[in-house]
């Protein structure tokens, strides 16, 4: 049976320009290829967990404009529920801006548009739906007192959580506390707790609760109140690091789900993660489940 996941949040239309390297304050440098594609990171979040199989539903808003028009086509493209996506008369579907160099890094501007008119009141719209999910994902592309009334409602239907803190910004110790597993990377957990410490384990403060910090090549440590670990990368060729973080917790929520134990369901998300660095763009880059289990039998 496959895991049943709702994804909570944004939908950006990507707008990518590579480059051979991201031009400095004021400077202007010769882009070479430009391209549009689906992208924001809960929906790359929902496509990573189509293609690997989990029955996906999405909760978000988008715009009454081509753009929205994108979303709605990637996601019947790719068997992702749109039920409870609404298309917002007056905001325009969001759209990102991406400048990627010839090492695969990216410097990316979000304008979020419709995806700032999500409210509790369309979470609440969605509840029979997060009720019958394995997992509940979130990131931080919508308002956060959505994010916040999403996760209190998870808790009342016992709905476990997954909180991808991205962007990073400030949360509250109440809000932390509602995500059973908090997956920030080390810029995201610096803002979250002032730092990005050694050890995760002090971090903790509750039972039941696992940080996980993301951390490129390096791969992906984590912590409860009973231990810790660090689970690494797969070695690949690196083409475009846009959506890693995506894929990597699109993957996890699939592992999760289908009951796989931390470290292996670790390694799953890190194995995601790796295939879609080497491939270009953020949702068309996520892998097929095919690909992940023979880099994970190959690794």
């Known amino acids: 049976m496959s895991a049943t996941i709702v994804v909570l949040g944004s939908f950006n239309l990507d707008m990518i320009t590579t480059m051979e ?31 690997l199989g989990a029955d996906v539903s999405f909760v978000g808003r988008i715009g009454q404009d081509p753009w929205g028009d994108v979303a709605l086509t990637c996601w019947q493209e790719e068997g992702v529920n749109s039920e409870h996506v609404g298309r917002d008369a007056e905001l325009a579907t969001g759209v990102a801006p991406i400048w990627v160099d010839d090492a695969g890094e990216n410097a990316i501007v979000c304008a979020l548009g419709a995806n700032l008119g999500l409210t509790r009141e369309h979470v609440d719209a969605a509840v029979d739906r997060i009720a019958a999910a394995d997992i509940l994902v979130l990131q931080l592309e919508v308002p956060l007192e959505t994010v916040a009334h999403a996760l209190n409602l998870a808790q009342k239907l016992e709905v476990p ?24 990377n080390e ?21 039941g609760h696992t940080l996980i910090q993301t951390m490129g090549a390096a791969g992906a440590r984590w912590a409860t109140q009973d231990g810790s670990g660090q689970v690494p990368a797969f070695e690949v060729e690196v083409l475009d690091t ?14 999760l789900a289908e009951g796989q134990a931390l ?23 996520m892998p097929r489940r095919a690909d992940v289990e023979a880099l994970l039998a190959g690794g």
Do not use: H
């Open 21 to 51: 390297r991201l031009p400095q304050p004021g400077e202007t440098v010769q882009g070479r290829r430009f391209s549009t594609g689906p992208g924001g990171k809960g929906s790359n979040q929902a496509v990573a967990a189509a293609r």
């Open 161 to 184: 959580c997954i909180l991808n803190p991205a962007p990073a910004q400030a949360l509250t110790p109440e809000m932390l506390a509602l995500a059973s597993w908090l997956t920030p």
């Open 187 to 207: 810029t995201e957990l610096a803002t979250l707790y002032g730092e990005a410490p050694t050890d995760l384990r002090p971090l903790v403060t509750r039972r």
């Open 242 to 255: 846009t959506g890693a973080g995506d894929a990597f917790n699109g993957g996890l929520a699939v592992a």
């Open 263 to 285: 470290e292996e369901a670790l390694r799953f998300a890190n194995a995601v993660a790796a295939l879609s660095v080497t491939r270009p763009g953020t949702a068309p880059a």
